[in-house]
């Protein structure tokens, strides 16, 4: 729970329990209602609204009269800090007031374009793009041992050639997390793994084992279990996920004619170490 919350909440718990349900009760709330002035300035339900939509999950167990009193109060207190400031903001208070300005003006412009009307025919397009009709595309059952060293992998290879249980040594010897389950990786298609493991596995018969695979996780030795052709799914079952992939490219396509249109101006940036984004005492004044 955030430090300003706590006091706030368990005054406010009282003050709750006080509100009678014809108090509580409103049909429409309007977002403009003020609920609080301090020294003249305004606080609405909408920036009540706003604090809450931002609580973590965890608040969810607390009632809302309690939260309700709890904010109005946080705002309250918030609001005499901020007018009892002398000065100029530092730098890096400014620098975080605009960016999040930027990124609230980009998300109404984001949520405006994502919620445009999707074309049926764009729908359509995308189902047969990404599900098409002719068969062929296989998915793959298999497991796999993670090891460190190429070393380490062939040892592995010779143990399963001489009659080792495979999901055995997984559970013995392997750092990935599938580990525990003997190095089940369940069903995957192509796209889904990276490019030298997919290879790998694609080039087995069912039952059979590979020779030491390197990939950015470590070495794999891997073993097939079994393989089946991807059903084409009904079109209302992916749906939304078509819709959502179809507003994401229209975003793209929005977000690019808006590049065409713009003078951008990207200054050489060589001289600047990629290391000064891990270090904040750089926006200190």
């Known amino acids: 729970m955030p430090a300003t919350l706590r006091p706030i909440l368990?005054?406010?718990f009282t003050a709750a329990l006080?509100?009678?349900?014809?108090a509580q009760a409103q049909d429409k709330p309007d977002p403009n209602e003020v609920v609080a002035t301090v020294n003249g300035t305004e606080i609405t339900l909408g920036h009540v609204i706003a604090v809450r939509a931002d609580l973590p999950r965890q608040y969810d167990q607390f009632p809302p009269e309690l939260l309700f009193q709890g904010i109005i109060d946080q705002l309250v207190q918030q609001t005499l800090l901020q007018q009892s400031f002398e000065g100029e903001l530092s730098l890096q208070s400014q620098i975080l007031l605009e960016n999040e300005e930027r990124a609230v003006t980009a998300g109404e412009v984001i949520a405006d374009v994502m919620e445009g009307g999707v074309d049926e025919a764009d729908l359509q397009a995308a189902y047969d793009e990404q599900y098409p009709e002719e068969?062929?595309?296989m998915e793959y059952r298999a497991s796999h041992i993670l090891v460190e060293t190429e070393e380490e992998a062939q040892a592995l290879?010779?143990?399963l050639e001489e009659g080792a249980d495979f999901a055995a040594l997984a559970r013995e010897n392997s750092t990935g997390p599938s580990a525990d389950a003997g190095g089940d990786l369940g069903w995957f298609g192509?796209?889904?793994?990276v490019e030298p493991f997919f290879e790998a596995v694609a080039a087995l018969e069912t039952g059979g084992v590979s020779d030491p695979v390197e990939t950015q996780f470590g070495w794999h030795v891997i073993t097939l279990a079994e393989t089946r052709e991807k059903e084409r799914p009904a079109f209302d079952t992916v749906r939304n996920e078509l819709e959502n992939?179809?507003?994401e490219q229209m975003l793209t396509a929005h977000v690019d004619?808006?590049?065409e249109n713009a003078k951008?101006?990207?200054p050489d940036i060589s001289n600047i170490d990629p290391e000064a984004i891990n270090d904040p005492s750089v926006l200190e004044n």
């Open 10 to 12: 368990a005054a406010a």
């Open 18 to 22: 006080a509100l009678s349900p014809a």
């Open 135 to 137: 068969a062929g595309e």
């Open 157 to 159: 290879v010779t143990q």
């Open 190 to 193: 192509e796209g889904d793994m």
């Open 245 to 247: 992939q179809v507003r």
């Open 257 to 259: 004619q808006l590049a």
């Open 264 to 266: 951008i101006d990207r």
